[in-house]
């Protein structure tokens, strides 16, 4: 990863998790001593409404203060948001991670897109089992993981247990192992 930003979009509804999701990408690559921002972008605030967050973390300093144009991950919380908004930008070289029991040419074919990476996780049935709620945000950073090399493992599962303490953290640990071994690329 020297010298290049790596940017990251999510894409979920509020209430959801995208941002926390967000964060707790960037807190693993600072514990990592990289370079980070997240920030998120949503309208009105309420339960429900689509929202986009974004990460950026790299090995030099981070000048950009913008939006995510064109990320290098796409990540969809949640499958109901699957449209122009999520191929936004896509390019040669993206991933895309998307919660959802279809195949990743379901996925492709219903954003129109040939050449993508996609991973798939069943996030949601992951989360119900784990955690008892269909809070699929820990979930998803598993699959960016397994997906990419741009944080380790071990990080994540540290930022986690020190945002949820107790049990819920071990939880969220639990289910970001799982989703890391259960996602598929297709």
């Known amino acids: 990863m020297t010298g290049k930003i790596y940017e990251v979009r999510f894409h979920g509804r509020g209430g959801q998790g995208a941002w926390t999701a967000s964060l707790l990408l960037a807190q693993a690559g600072l514990m990592e001593e990289k370079n980070i ?10 339960a429900g ?14 000048q950009l203060h ?55 996780v069943d996030a949601t049935t992951l989360a119900l089992d784990v955690l008892g ?10 699959t960016i993981v397994k997906a990419t090399d ?17 049990k819920i953290g071990e939880l969220n640990a639990d289910l970001v192992k799982k989703a890391y071994e259960e996602a598929k690329m297709g």
């Open 133 to 142: 709620r269909p809070i699929t945000n820990t979930a998803m950073l598993g």
């Open 37 to 46: 921002q997240s920030f998120p972008a949503f309208g009105p605030e309420r």
């Open 66 to 120: 913008s939006s995510v144009y064109e990320p290098d991950v796409v990540v969809v919380l949640d499958p109901t948001l699957l449209g122009p908004a999520v191929s936004k930008g896509i390019q040669e070289g993206t991933k895309l991670i998307v919660n959802t029991d279809e195949s990743a040419d379901a996925i492709r074919e219903k954003l129109g897109l040939e050449d993508v990476e996609t991973w798939t």
């Open 49 to 62: 409404a689509p929202i986009t967050a974004f990460t950026r973390i790299s090995d030099e300093k981070i």
């Open 150 to 166: 741009v944080i380790k493992l071990e990080s994540l599962f540290k930022v986690i247990k020190a945002r949820f303490e107790g």
